[in-house]
């Protein structure tokens, strides 16, 4: 078992992160679905007291990645910032701050639907923002899970876990990798986020993550 | 000494009573006498038996002739009647204004419930009635007016009618506050309370009344009570395991055939849909005579069932707690409590629904839905002799009911901290309040907490220039007075008819999650109704009428109740006395063929021994214990006996409960014969163990969502919120994950976690149970197939889980198990040949993709679920 979990879609050999991305060698580049950032100031803007920690949280994770994986390009599948109420000074002076620390990176920011109601990241943050659907090799990048005439179909928006059920009537639900035929799904990256089950008549084959691995599910 | 009222006057009461040619109560001529003196005190008395007089005739001889008054100008405000239940407002209302009426005084009467209309208010908001009737949550929002002290200043006397409702929740709680704020600006204010039998009545006296003292008076009227049971013909065709008991329906249907009218009670809001659909297919003919009434319905349908029931022209009615309280229907002549009664007191109370007409008795008739029902039911018959009531009590301190408090004062006019806080010491759960507590709670609802003290852009409460704290922003003041109270209900959708051009009538709600597991086109009954979904919009589920047979019945997540430590402890008297030979009633002979198959293959238990199962199955090693000490109990120890277990050896268990007993089974191998005693009988510091078990498991995360609802975490939203208020609304799961993981040290991760001690597992009883199992000679019997105690918990499917084992060790054998299996490998009750079980039809569930304008995923399950909810 390793950290990581190579595996062939549309011809391209992508691996399969434990900590919920996808990194693709041939383009160098790394996928991130559904960051959702600023959520928790988004909260506290609101009135809800949410304590303070997540957006370090997804920006060490994130360079922890970027150090381990030798990356050119950068992708986010959409829901960069959360709401309008997102864009507060804090938390994009962080952001600021990591786009100074990874200043040779080419970021790209595939427009999801948290991001049509946050608004574009400020101009400084570097960030190249564009419509679904981003056509790069075999694969169409986009936010939303809907089908792509030519292309193979890699989205997030859903946050997808799955629930093992095992012996002695035991359950585990766990953020997932949904590989299909012609779409697959990413788990949700942001810390502040939840999952939602997907449908187990679907015909994905599922990768789980948890503990440090990723997981195969062997499925009918 | 006579006090404002002269004594001209004083026999106001008196001669009302004879002007109707009724003879005064001695509880009652108490009550009169006491209020005259100024005191306050507590009125302990069956419902219907003149309560309401008692103390509303004790405050017109007081005060009625004190005040100026006249027609168009009557007494200011002087009572306040706090009422837990808004249905009840509009009847105690015309109660109290009959002697009015009769007597020519010019007081009037208001309401201030949930359900007051806006030009109601506005004319409350200009001057505030004589009498005002009004719920806990409805008169903490008057306190939040600016102008609370002032509208209050007349105020003489306040009654708390059912305060065996209130006492021991957290709406109690909240009263408790209120209540310290009123006397602060009133010491001499004069309080009663009204209350149904309770075991503590002391304690319920002091809660009140707490700083001061006061009368306790016991209404000596009691009613006489018959308790039978409606047993099935043969015990050998009645179920081992299930909670509907539709095999009753036929003797149920004679039973309310032969009397005038019946109050149905059920023990969820799901059996009784059930249960009134099962009487309507048996009888068309009752179509129109019987109803159905629970707290999910429409306002408007239940109106209409009392007012039927008040009249005497309905049949039956089926119906949940909803009908526990209120006034009373003369016509009811038999009330049937369909499965167990779950308590002593609750039985009185649902007893006394029935014969309020002169000269009847009161009757019960319990009605089981399986087989260990019947000995339930013979143990309730001894404990309702013995007169073995339950105690409530108090919660000590809850955090988030404090914080909610600040912020209502701050609205309030404004508070001072120390003023405050010597107000809130006033109050009896509150009067310990430690000073660490109080400055939490102040920089909670200022800063969202210590951790949070760097954000400015979170203030909920801010001090002004002069040092008095308010709420500076008005949109989180209107938030705030949206959210008040402490009921905690999930998010529900409004169930209507489906109409072009506009919505049609209203039905009542459901929960989301249910909502949400149902396709357009599917049918499911609800309000009695087989109903077709047609879309679900704006929070509303649009519905037509559906004719055919399949249809899923909605589940509520109400609590489930557990069995009193009372009838528990009557219950093991009764397997004792049956384990010595002793078939003495009507239901244990009837049961001695079933109790010789649980001896046959087991034993039974006994007050002298502590009876332990253990079995192997395809599914894994499984254990069954009985301490019957009621299921939140089972669960505590449960995760207390999975925990000390796992300490010894890397495990996962699945655990069930119910009242009787417990099950944890394991998929990999456990040496019961060897894990067990010691298990049970380690010295080792109980609490501590218990707080180590409650981290490895599951059951603070659910308690957070109470108390993230009540403290201003979560908002339930405005009514008819749109979309984008939803993308502030996080599930409480998440919360308490990014709360554990970065604010480690909040107070209210503390206060889930007493709560979850105190209530879910009732620390205190489980202590009790445990030293009682420790003294209890442990009789460990290997089974070969599930006896009929074991059964129940064997098909239980609501599971909790605890593991000591790695994540990556888990999640490997669950995968590898996923690999190996050939065919549907999954558990598979298979009920033997002797066994008869029954069961709900499984409907297969499919969970959805698609998210706008339809259904979506079970909020619900997401809700439970560690890994927290989303909305995409």
């Known amino acids: 078992m390793s950290d990581y979990l190579p595996i062939e879609l549309a011809g391209s050999e992508l691996w399969l992160l434990a900590d919920k991305a996808i990194y693709w060698p041939e383009q160098r580049a790394l996928l991130i679905a559904d960051i959702h950032f600023g959520k928790a100031a988004a909260y506290r803007r609101l009135g809800q007291p949410v304590p303070h920690g997540t957006t370090e949280n997804n920006l060490r994770r994130l360079d922890a990645l970027l150090a381990r994986y030798a990356c050119r390009q950068l992708i986010f599948l959409g829901d960069f910032l959360h709401a309008p109420e997102s864009q507060v000074p804090a938390t994009l002076a962080r952001l600021a701050e990591w786009r100074a620390r990874q200043a040779q990176l080419a970021v790209t920011l595939i427009r999801g639907n948290h991001d049509r109601r946050a608004g574009d990241p400020p101009a400084a943050l570097a960030i190249t923002v564009i419509d679904e659907p981003l056509l790069q090799g075999p694969f169409a990048l986009q936010h939303e899970p809907a089908p792509h005439p030519t292309h193979h179909v890699i989205a997030g928006h859903l946050h997808p876990a799955f629930r093992l059920q095992g012996r002695g009537r035991q359950s585990l639900r766990l953020p997932c990798f949904c590989i299909g035929e012609r779409l697959s799904l990413l788990p949700a990256f942001g810390s502040f986020t939840g999952a939602m089950d997907i449908a187990t008549e679907d015909r994905w084959r599922i990768y789980l993550v948890g503990d440090g691995n990723v997981w195969p599910l062997a499925r009918g | 000494m006579t006090g404002p009222a002269s004594t001209e006057t004083a026999e106001l009461a008196e001669r009302w009573f004879a002007s109707r040619a009724w003879q005064p109560f001695p509880f009652q001529q108490q009550v009169w006498a006491a209020v005259r003196h100024g005191e306050s005190g507590l009125l302990h008395a069956t419902t219907g038996s003149g309560k309401t007089y008692a103390v509303w005739l004790g405050a017109l001889n007081r005060f009625a002739h004190a005040l100026p008054a006249s027609a168009d100008r009557p007494a200011p405000l002087t009572l306040l009647w706090i009422t837990p239940m808004r249905a009840l407002a509009a009847d105690t209302a015309r109660a109290l204004q009959l002697p009015l009426d009769e007597l020519g005084l010019h007081w009037s009467i208001g309401l201030r419930t949930g359900d007051t209309g806006s030009a109601e208010r506005a004319r409350q908001s200009r001057r505030l009635p004589s009498a005002l009737i009004t719920t806990p949550e409805s008169l903490t929002l008057l306190l939040t007016r600016a102008d609370a002290r002032q509208a209050f200043a007349g105020l003489r006397m306040l009654v708390v009618d059912e305060w065996h409702e209130l006492l021991g929740n957290k709406r109690g709680v909240q009263l408790q506050l ?62 081992w395991a299930g909670h509907l008991g539709l095999r009753m329906l036929p003797p149920v249907i004679a039973e309310i055939d032969a009397a005038s009218t019946t109050l149905v009670f059920t023990n969820t809001r799901s059996q009784s849909e059930r249960w009134y659909q099962a009487l309507l297919d048996a009888r068309p003919d009752w179509a129109g005579l019987i109803a159905l009434h629970h707290g999910s319905l429409a306002r408007e349908v239940r109106d209409w069932v009392e007012q039927g029931l008040k009249h005497g022209a309905l049949k039956a009615v089926v119906c949940t707690s909803s009908l526990d309280l209120g006034v009373d229907f003369l016509p009811v002549e038999r009330v049937l409590q369909i499965g167990s009664p779950k308590g002593v007191a609750r039985l009185l109370q649902r007893a006394g629904r029935s014969g309020h007409a002169p000269g009847r008795t009161s009757r019960v008739t319990l009605v089981p839905t399986h087989s260990l029902e019947v000995l339930e039911a013979a143990a309730a018959q001894r404990a309702v002799a013995e007169r073995r009531i339950e105690v409530r009590c108090a919660p000590q301190r809850p955090l988030d009911v404090l914080v909610q408090h600040l912020v209502s004062m701050a609205l309030g006019g404004g508070f001072r901290p120390d003023e405050l806080l010597a107000e809130v010491r006033t109050a009896w759960s509150y009067r310990d309040l430690p000073d660490g507590h109080w400055q939490w709670a102040l920089a909670f609802v200022r800063h969202g907490g210590h951790s949070l003290t760097a954000y400015p852009d979170y203030q909920r409460v801010e001090p002004d220039a002069t040092g008095l704290w308010k709420v500076p922003s008005r949109r989180l003041a209107l938030r705030h007075r949206m959210s008040i109270g402490t009921i905690v209900s999930d998010a529900s959708l409004t169930v209507k008819f489906w109409a072009r051009g506009g919505a049609g009538r209203s039905l009542g709600s459901v929960e989301e999650g249910f909502i949400a597991r149902l396709r357009p086109g599917d049918n499911f009954l609800f309000a009695g109704r087989l109903l077709e979904l047609v879309r679900v919009e704006n929070m509303t589920a649009y519905v037509n009428r559906a004719s055919g047979r399949k249809a899923a019945v909605p ?62 199955s395809r599914e894994g090693w499984h254990l069954f214990l009985y301490p019957f000490g009621g299921r939140h109990v089972h669960l505590g120890l449960a995760s207390l006996l999975a925990w000390r277990i796992a300490q010894r050896q890397p495990v996962t268990f699945s655990i069930a409960v119910n009242d009787y007993g417990l099950e944890l089974l394991s998929a990999t191998e456990v040496d019961w014969l060897q894990a067990l005693a010691p298990a049970l009988s380690s010295r080792d510091d109980l609490l501590h163990d218990v707080l180590a078990s409650l981290n490895a498991g599951e059951l603070a995360r659910r308690r957070f969502r109470e108390i993230a609802r009540i403290a201003g975490l979560v908002f339930s ?49 489980l202590e009790r149970t445990l030293a009682r199992m420790q003294r209890q000679r442990l009789d460990l019997h290997r089974i070969r197939r599930p006896t009929p105690l074991a059964f129940p918990l064997l098909v239980e499917r609501f599971r909790e889980s605890l593991s000591s084992e790695k994540l990556a060790d888990r999640i490997r054998r669950m995968v590898a198990e996923l690999d190996n299996a050939a065919g549907p490998g999954g558990y598979q009750a298979a009920p033997q040949n002797a066994i008869a079980v029954e069961r709900e039809p499984e409907r297969p569930r499919k969970p959805r993709q698609r998210k706008t304008g339809t259904p979506r995923k079970a909020k619900k399950q997401i809700d439970a679920d560690p890994s927290g909810g989303h909305r995409p």
């Open chain 2, 178 to 239: 209120a209540l310290a704020r009123l006397r602060r600006w009133n010491p001499g204010l004069i309080v009663w309370g009204l209350s149904a039998t309770l075991g503590n009545q002391p304690h319920a006296l002091e809660v009140l009344l707490h700083p001061g003292s006061g009368r306790l008076v016991e209404g000596q009227v009691s009613k006489p009570l018959l308790l039978d049971t409606l047993l099935p013909e043969a015990i050998e065709r009645f179920p």
């Open chain 2, 555 to 616: 589940r509520w997540n109400g609590g489930r109740m557990p069995l009193s430590s009372e009838l528990a402890d009557a219950l093991v008297e009764q397997f004792g006395a049956a384990a010595r030979g002793e078939f003495v009633s009507r239901e244990m002979r009837l049961l001695q063929p079933l109790l010789q198959v649980q001896q046959d293959w087991s034993a039974l238990p006994s007050e002298s021994s502590l009876l332990a199962e253990v079995l192997k």
């Open chain 2, 717 to 765: 939203g405005y009514p008819g919120a749109q979309k984008s208020a939803r993308q502030v609304q996080a599930s409480s799961a998440l919360f308490f994950d990014v709360f554990r993981q970065y604010d480690p040290d909040n107070l209210l991760l503390d206060q889930a976690q007493e709560e979850v001690l105190r209530q879910e597992l009732d620390i205190g009883r």
